[in-house]
């Protein structure tokens, strides 16, 4: 080892190519190899030494100790705002000026063609024995490729929020800790003000409360779930109160933000507005009723042009009557509460029995499950088992406390079979004329509703099977 | 022995006015109300009509069709209550087309069912 190398810091090993131990031994092709650009200036700012690679970055060769390139060789020097630097007042100038090292300064260096580039400089002073300032070192290397992709980062971050900001759902997010980080135009306006960020947790809305007005605490209300469990969550419905009182039904979609590295960051939550879903619902329900009052009251109207019609005679049909028109009303009634889509066959076994009084009514056995009937077999149906019910208290098992009638009714595939056996009733014989029941099962089972009716009259008793096909 | 054969003398002697805006359902009503024992039925058919009415003469028993043609005939409803006079509802709606206020009140179905219609005007009755 030579006694040069001794004296620096430069720890150098013993190497078996004499080409690479040339290059490593002298200090200044080390320098010259090195990828980011240097150059030293003497005491005065005159350029004494520079590498390759701080001519590629100057766009040109400046000559050595000329005035010309005093400081920097560089064209002209700016902010990275693009206030120019004069050459006086460079890093360079400055280190040799106050003798203090110049870290990590970005700039704009630009070339005489017009190119600029951005750079990253670091100024140290250079000292004799004594500690004299002689002179300073630059160490300059080009960033653009780094200030691009952080640009390129700010410009992500932009467009992100200029798209949450354009959505027209409340969205907003949170620290781990569930403190507001952000929220856009339409959360704002779903809450009915702009709650201060860093400060607020949980949730933005002034107040929460459940769909029946229970005040719900911020700290309890879905987003917090989701921020305290780390788990996606969707509802329940809340409703937003906001600082003018007026109230806004919302759903809640919050969901926890995890990083690359899996660590909880925070959570977003959107907010899906229910007030238009909610009023096309009370729209359709007030449709609904209109049409319930409309039906009812031309089925009032119905009864009373009977009555009026009847009136005075001795005929026991007006009870009939009302008892077909009640039927058919009830039916109505299950159909309205299901918006005319389906009716329950439990409900209407329930509902046919209902008017039965004391010993009649306990006197009905049934067992069946729930099944849902479209609208058109739910009134057949309906109208069928208040014409056996009707008949039995007239002259079957229903018109003497010893007698019984047992409905069963099973869900067999797309089928739905329903039994009517009475028991125990007066003794039972074929009529000889076919009433109103008989005809009403045989034509709306068989031909309404496609289904198979068996009736029979066996001496125990009326015996009644039904099939009736279910929609697929 | 049915609701409505033992209802035969349950409004006997009363005043009852019936505020129903369909004439034909009005006519009905009468008829059950007047074989129920009601001596002086009167009828009105819009909220107006009922107010006078009852300014004239306050009635024992009111029956109140509750959509008299668009119209709500809670405001006679309201009156009738400030004055302790006893009243059904009826109604093609069922409850749930019914104004939360009134939830407490009796409400008969349309179309009437006669032993309902018994059951109701007693338990008004016993309000």
């Known amino acids: ?472 | 022995m049915t609701e409505a054969d033992a209802g035969k003398h349950l409004l006997d002697g009363l005043s009852v006015l019936v505020v129903e805006d369909e004439a034909i359902i009005s006519f009905l009503l009468e008829d059950m109300l007047g074989e129920l024992g009601a001596a002086d039925i009167r009828h009105a058919g819009t909220v107006a009509a009922a107010l006078i009415c009852i300014d004239e003469r306050q009635p024992d028993l009111a029956m109140l069709d509750v959509n008299l043609g668009g119209e709500r005939v809670y405001p006679v409803a309201e009156r009738l209550e400030a004055a302790g006079a006893r009243f059904v509802f009826t109604t093609g709606y069922g409850k749930s087309g019914m104004d939360a206020r009134w939830a407490g009140k009796v409400v008969v179905q349309k179309p009437f069912a006669a032993d309902a219609m018994v059951a109701a005007l007693r338990a008004a009755l016993a309000q």
């Open chain 1, 1 to 472: 080892m030579s006694s040069s190398a001794d004296k620096s810091p430069t720890r150098v090993a013993p190497v078996a190519s004499l080409a690479l131990e040339r290059i490593v031994r002298s200090p200044a092709s080390l320098v010259e190899n090195l990828p980011i650009g240097v150059y030293t200036c003497d005491r005065d700012g005159l350029i004494v030494q520079f590498n390759r690679r701080a001519v590629d970055l100057w766009g040109r060769t400046p000559v050595l100790a000329d005035e010309r390139f005093r400081f920097d060789a560089a064209f002209a020097l700016q902010e990275p705002s693009r206030t120019p630097i004069a050459f006086d007042r460079s890093p360079m100038a400055q280190v040799l000026a106050d003798g203090q090292s110049v870290r990590d300064r970005e700039m704009i260096l630009l070339r005489e063609s017009g190119e600029a580039l951005t750079v990253l400089v670091n100024v140290d002073p250079l000292l004799d024995e004594q500690g004299s300032l002689v002179g300073a070192v630059s160490c300059f290397q080009d960033i653009g490729e780094l200030t691009q992709m952080k640009s390129q980062m700010r410009e992500g971050r932009r467009i992100g929020r200029r798209v949450m900001e354009a959505l027209p759902v409340a969205v907003y997010t949170t620290d781990a800790d569930g403190k507001l980080t952000y929220f856009n135009q339409a959360a704002a306006a779903l809450w009915g003000f702009a709650p201060p960020l860093g400060e607020q947790q949980w949730c933005g809305s002034w107040q929460i409360a459940l769909p029946d007005g229970t005040p719900l605490p911020h700290d309890q209300c879905p987003m917090a779930v989701a921020i305290q469990e780390r788990r996606a969550v969707v509802g329940p419905e809340a409703v937003a109160v906001r600082p003018d009182g007026t109230r806004v039904p919302f759903m809640p979609y919050p969901t926890p933000i995890f990083g690359s590295d899996g660590e909880f960051i925070g959570a977003v939550n959107m907010l899906v507005d229910l007030t238009e879903q909610k009023r096309a619902g009370a729209q359709q329900r007030g449709l609904i009723d209109e049409l319930n009052h409309r039906v009812k009251n031309t089925l009032a109207t119905i009864q009373s042009l009977a009555a009026q019609t009847m009136r005075g005679s001795t005929n026991p049909g007006d009870k009939t009557f009302e008892g077909r028109l009640m039927a058919l009303s009830r039916v109505h009634d299950q159909l309205t509460r299901n918006a005319w889509e389906w009716a329950d066959f439990a409900t209407i076994v329930h509902d046919t029995f209902a008017p039965l009084r004391g010993s009649a009514n306990s006197a009905v056995q049934v067992s069946g499950p729930s099944q849902r009937l479209k609208p058109q077999s739910a009134l057949a149906i309906a109208m069928v088992l208040h014409e056996l019910t009707s008949n039995a208290q007239k002259y079957g098992a229903l018109s003497t406390p010893a007698g019984s009638v047992a409905l069963d009714w099973r869900v067999d595939g797309t089928r739905l079979i329903v039994e009517w056996r009475e028991q125990g009733g007066p003794a039972v014989t074929m009529p000889h004329k076919r009433g109103f029941g008989t005809r009403l099962i045989e034509r709306s089972i068989a031909h309404e509703l496609g289904g198979r009716p068996l009736l029979e009259f066996t001496p125990s008793g009326v015996h009644c099977m039904m099939e009736i096909p279910l929609p697929g």
